[in-house]
């Protein structure tokens, strides 16, 4: 299988480890030369959960460099960052028989990529924490399940091979239901661990903390209407218990001084909460906290 990762962070380092880890052929494609340099140079390095570490020599080009057909183009940018990426993937004759699949946390991704032209086009969201070390160096902070479906057509053969023990991979036969958990996981996580500069660990351990993540979690619960309680408020501690020694992506963001995805997480419960008339107070008051934190520089 002719795999081509986009986006060097610690997703897609990851996501290129394990694959390549699964006998696939690599390509991952950076933003920048340099980064894509480094890694021809270096390799990979991947420090897999309890485990080793284990280096693989990999193929890295600039995006949109690309010099051969894909048939997988798995898809590790930050969601504000989709643009040039979903208009390489309406133009490109390079990629027009691949299968695409979207890794972002949130959801206002899912109508844009309903309507790109491929006639399958996958997503998924991943549980597991990851940390980019350097330019060539990824840690796998925490362990969960890849939770992949298809969001236009199907393919067998790509769920066969997807369903490798390496990836952890579930598939989901309900996207929506799939990507609202996690929504409603990282609407909690990901803002509380970026304001108060803490492992997602802390929201267990930590009682105020605790308090304040069940006060966004019945918010984003009501307006998303979801039903069953227990499930959601279990997923969503087994999220912080299975990444407890994770940075968040929103907290690294606010560590580098990089824009987060607050848009793509509260600010789009925030807009499904006007559509309803809902009022979201904790949920408005952590969107602008964010919003006021990226302001500062570090
Ligand atoms: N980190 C985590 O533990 C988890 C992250 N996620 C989700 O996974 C997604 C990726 O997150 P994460 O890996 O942490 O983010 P990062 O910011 O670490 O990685 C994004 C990478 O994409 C690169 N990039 C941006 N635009 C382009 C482009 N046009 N072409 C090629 N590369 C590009 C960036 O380059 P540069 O660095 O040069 O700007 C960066 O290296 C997010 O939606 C996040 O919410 C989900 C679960 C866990
Ligand atoms: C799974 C989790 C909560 C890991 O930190 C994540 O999605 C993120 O950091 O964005």
Request: charged letters at 20%; aromatic letters at 6%; proline letters at 3%.
């Amino acid at each position: 299988m002719k795999v081509a990762v986009i986006g060097g962070g610690a997703i897609g380092l990851l996501m290129a480890s394990m694959l390549t880890e699964m006998g696939s052929n690599v390509t991952l494609y950076t933003r920048t030369e340099e980064q894509a340099n480094a890694i021809m140079k270096r390799g990979v390095k991947c420090h897999y959960f309890g485990k080793n570490e284990r280096y693989y020599p990999l193929h890295a080009r600039k995006f949109p460099d690309l010099k051969e057909e894909a048939d997988l183009v798995v898809i590790c940018v930050k969601q504000h960052q989709l643009s040039s990426v979903l208009a390489f993937l309406k133009q490109s004759a390079m990629v027009r028989h691949a299968i695409p699949l979207f890794l972002q946390n949130g959801m206002g991704h899912l109508s844009s990529i309903e309507q790109l032209p491929q006639s399958v086009v996958m997503a998924g969201v991943v549980e597991h924490g990851a940390l980019r070390i350097s330019e060539t160096d990824v840690q796998q902070t925490g362990k969960g399940a890849l939770r992949l479906f298809f969001v236009k057509g199907n393919n067998q053969d790509v769920q066969r091979y997807l369903q490798h023990p390496i990836l952890d991979a579930v598939f989901s036969e309900n996207a929506r239901h799939t990507m609202e958990e996690k929504l409603l996981a990282n609407a909690v996580i990901n803002p509380l661990t970026a304001l108060f500069e803490v492992e997602n660990g802390a929201l267990l351990h930590n009682e105020s903390l605790r308090t304040l993540a069940l006060m966004l979690f019945e918010e984003a619960r009501s307006v998303l209407n979801r039903s069953d309680r227990e499930k959601d408020l279990a997923y969503l501690w087994n999220i912080c218990e299975g990444t407890k020694r994770n940075r968040s992506s929103m907290l690294k963001d606010i560590e580098n001084g990089t824009p987060t995805e607050i848009e793509a997480i509260s600010g789009y419960l925030i807009k499904q909460a006007e559509a309803q008339n809902l009022p979201v107070p904790y949920t408005s008051f952590v969107y602008h906290a964010i919003k006021a934190k990226e302001l500062v520089i570090p």
